[in-house]
T-cell receptor, first 112, second 115 residues
Framework: SQKIEQNSEALNIQEGKTATLTCNYT??????LQWYRQDPGRGPVFLLL?????KEKRKERLKVTFDTTLKQSLFHITASQPADSATYLC???????????FGAGTQVVVTP | NAGVTQTPKFRILKIGQSMTLQCTQD?????MYWYRQDPGMGLKLIYY???????DKGEVPNGYNVSRSTTEDFPLRLELAAPSQTSVYFC??????????????FGSGTQLSVL
């Protein structure tokens, strides 16, 4: 069956360091992958999208890699700040409209 | 722009009661979705709609109904509430220019408890 795995344990990191989150998937061939941020009591907010033919995408302090051979995406937050504390969701998409698979998310806690 | 607006924010239901979760968007998006989020689980699709008058089931539709009479509104109806429907519900919308560029815009969620 299709499976998406994100670290269930919270990632505790010191301000200024780089946070790296992992998203692994099995039995799935996504056309693209997205990362969303979710704060407590709020809905997810879109951050980045990377397509299957792209290796890396950047947006400000965020970087995403996508390795379709390893079936893995890495999400990096460089120079992390306490305001980056949130849960980050990995979402796989196909070339069919509206077909998404969500990971359970990884909580990031950045301490001063 | 308000984006995607959900009401109510919180609700407690007794077993067997019914209610409607409201969702409206002002971005003229064709696609709208209802998801539920349970602790430690990824969001699960309940129902979705590709336009006014068109709806379809997602992964977990049992116990729910939807309608889409306008582009803006996509209410979710719970009939005969059960404890298994205790969850956080999110409405989302999208207007994909192409299938590989579809981003979701979410509402702030409805926390529902069925006791």
């Amino acid at each position: 069956s299709q499976k998406i795995e994100q670290n269930s344990e919270a990632l505790n990191i010191q301000e200024g360091k780089t946070a790296t989150l992992t998203c692994n998937y099995t039995n799935y061939s996504p056309a693209y992958l997205q990362w969303y941020r979710q704060d407590p009591g709020r809905g997810p907010v879109f951050l980045l999208l990377i397509r299957e033919n792209e290796k890396e995408k950047r947006k400000e302090r965020l970087k995403v890699t996508f390795d379709t051979t390893l079936k893995q995406s890495l999400f990096h937050i460089t120079a992390s700040q306490p305001a980056d504390s949130a849960t980050y969701l990995c979402v796989l998409g196909t070339d069919s409209w509206g077909k998404f698979q969500f990971g359970a998310g990884t909580q990031v806690v950045v301490t001063p | 722009n308000a984006g995607v607006t959900q009401t109510p924010k919180f609700r407690i239901l007794k077993i067997g009661q019914s209610m409607t979760l409201q969702c409206t968007q002002d971005m003229n998006h064709n696609y709208m979705y209802w998801y539920r989020q349970d602790p430690g689980m990824g969001l699960k699709l309940i129902y979705y709609s590709v336009g006014a008058g068109i709806t379809d089931k997602g992964e977990v539709p049992n116990g729910y109904n939807v309608s889409r009479s306008t582009t803006e509104d996509f209410p979710l109806r719970l009939e005969l509430a059960a404890p298994s429907q205790t969850s956080v519900y999110f409405c989302a919308s999208s207007y994909p220019r192409q299938a590989t560029n579809e981003k979701l815009f979410f509402g702030s969620g409805t926390q529902l408890s069925v006791l």
